[in-house]
């Protein structure tokens, strides 16, 4: 005899996927209208020469995708953004980690040290970048007169004039911004791992620089694989950094993807080449996740 209040097999089963989804019913309806659904209108568009005015879409198959292999311009942009990225990467993950490094070895005023490291996060991209435009002032610069009080006069540069040194220059302002966010990931790991190793560490005769080595970076490795992850989608977001503090210039020296995107949409009026070259350049990063991805989790076997 079935027990009291206790429904069919199935309708249990029913139950258990029809409950998940109701609570996750919100998130889809906002994750399918505001991404899925640009994204699909994106690939769409990237078949078209619609130049954001026409009544109608003209298709034009792959000719887009064509235009941009051919076009040297797009190519040296995607160029640019793959050494964006790894400046990026290097300049926000490496701080985030090192101020996190730092930060758990402090006896006193942990939380003080965390909110001030995290403040920069909190502004405004494009803030960050007026500011640090400023910094690099060829003459009024604080960076220029910092060298000049050294008495390090000759290194001082136009720094954000100079085409070999632009793009380096954007990406210590976009990753001075952005290593609060990597550096609370790795805190929150940290507190995580076993105090105990350390320990035993220590009575091994581990110094500082191996504990950090053999114990915290292994302990971090679910959370680097986050946050490289997020770390490579975030960087192709400086568009905001670079046309704040160059325009892409000089000489089209820091003209990334998302700055050519933009040009060729909204100065030129293709969109639809503007379209097919955000195709490309997601397509580049989710195989470069991928891969990133499957590549650690092998390792970690």
Same mark, same amino acid.
């Given at each position: 005899?079935?027990?009291?209040?206790? %429904? @069919? @097999?199935?309708? *249990?089963?029913?139950?258990?996927?029809?409950?998940?989804?109701?609570?996750?019913?919100?998130?889809?309806?906002?994750?399918? &209208?505001?991404?899925?659904? @640009?994204?699909?209108?994106?690939?769409?568009?990237?078949?078209?020469?619609?130049?954001?005015?026409?009544?109608?879409? =003209?298709?034009?198959?792959?000719?887009?995708?064509?235009?941009?292999?051919?076009?040297?311009?797009?190519?040296? $942009?995607?160029?640019? +953004?793959?050494?964006?990225? $790894?400046?990026?990467?290097?300049?926000?993950?490496?701080?985030?980690?090192?101020?996190?490094?730092?930060? +758990?070895?402090?006896?006193?005023?942990?939380?003080?040290?965390?909110?001030?490291?995290?403040?920069?996060?909190?502004?405004?991209?494009?803030?960050? %970048?007026?500011?640090?435009?400023?910094?690099?002032?060829?003459?009024? %610069?604080?960076? =220029?007169?910092?060298?000049?009080?050294?008495?390090?006069? %000759?290194?001082?540069?136009?720094?954000?004039?100079?085409?070999?040194?632009?793009?380096?220059?954007?990406? &210590?302002?976009?990753?001075?911004?952005?290593?609060?966010?990597?550096?609370?990931?790795?805190?929150?790991?940290?507190?995580?791992?076993?105090?105990?190793?350390?320990?035993?560490?220590?009575?091994?005769?581990?110094?500082?620089?191996?504990?950090? *080595?053999? &114990? +915290?970076?292994? /302990?971090?490795? =679910?959370?680097?694989?986050?946050?490289?992850?997020?770390?490579?989608?975030?960087?192709?977001?400086?568009?905001?950094?670079?046309?704040?503090?160059? /325009?892409?210039?000089?000489?089209?020296? +820091?003209?990334?993807?998302?700055?050519?995107?933009?040009?060729?949409?909204?100065?030129?009026?293709?969109? /639809?080449?503007?379209?097919?070259?955000?195709?490309?350049?997601?397509?580049?990063?989710?195989?470069?996740?991928?891969?990133?991805?499957?590549?650690?989790?092998?390792?970690?076997?």
């Amino acid at each position: 005899m079935r027990a009291a209040g206790s %429904g @069919p @097999p199935r309708r *249990r089963r029913v139950w258990g996927y029809v409950t998940p989804l109701l609570l996750l019913a919100p998130s889809l309806i906002f994750y399918g &209208v505001f991404v899925l659904q @640009p994204l699909v209108k994106s690939v769409e568009l990237s078949f078209t020469d619609w130049d954001g005015a026409a009544p109608t879409l =003209n298709y034009v198959g792959l000719d887009n995708y064509a235009q941009l292999i051919g076009d040297d311009r797009f190519l040296l $942009a995607l160029g640019r +953004t793959v050494i964006w990225s $790894a400046l990026y990467i290097a300049l926000a993950v490496g701080g985030g980690l090192l101020f996190a490094a730092l930060i +758990t070895e402090l006896r006193r005023g942990q939380a003080l040290v965390r909110a001030l490291a995290f403040l920069p996060h909190a502004l405004a991209l494009a803030v960050t %970048g007026v500011i640090w435009a400023q910094l690099f002032h060829p003459n009024i %610069g604080a960076i =220029n007169a910092g060298l000049e009080a050294m008495h390090l006069g %000759g290194l001082a540069q136009a720094w954000l004039g100079e085409p070999l040194l632009a793009l380096p220059s954007v990406a &210590v302002s976009s990753g001075w911004h952005a290593y609060g966010f990597y550096m609370v990931i790795f805190l929150a790991s940290m507190q995580t791992i076993d105090p105990q190793l350390y320990e035993a560490a220590a009575i091994d005769g581990a110094g500082g620089w191996h504990r950090f *080595r053999h &114990v +915290t970076l292994p /302990g971090l490795h =679910n959370a680097t694989t986050v946050v490289l992850t997020l770390a490579t989608i975030n960087s192709l977001k400086g568009f905001d950094a670079v046309w704040a503090m160059t /325009g892409g210039g000089p000489a089209y020296a +820091t003209e990334i993807v998302a700055v050519y995107i933009w040009r060729v949409a909204f100065q030129v009026g293709e969109l /639809g080449l503007a379209a097919a070259a955000s195709v490309i350049l997601t397509i580049i990063v989710l195989a470069f996740t991928i891969g990133f991805n499957r590549n650690r989790d092998r390792r970690a076997v």
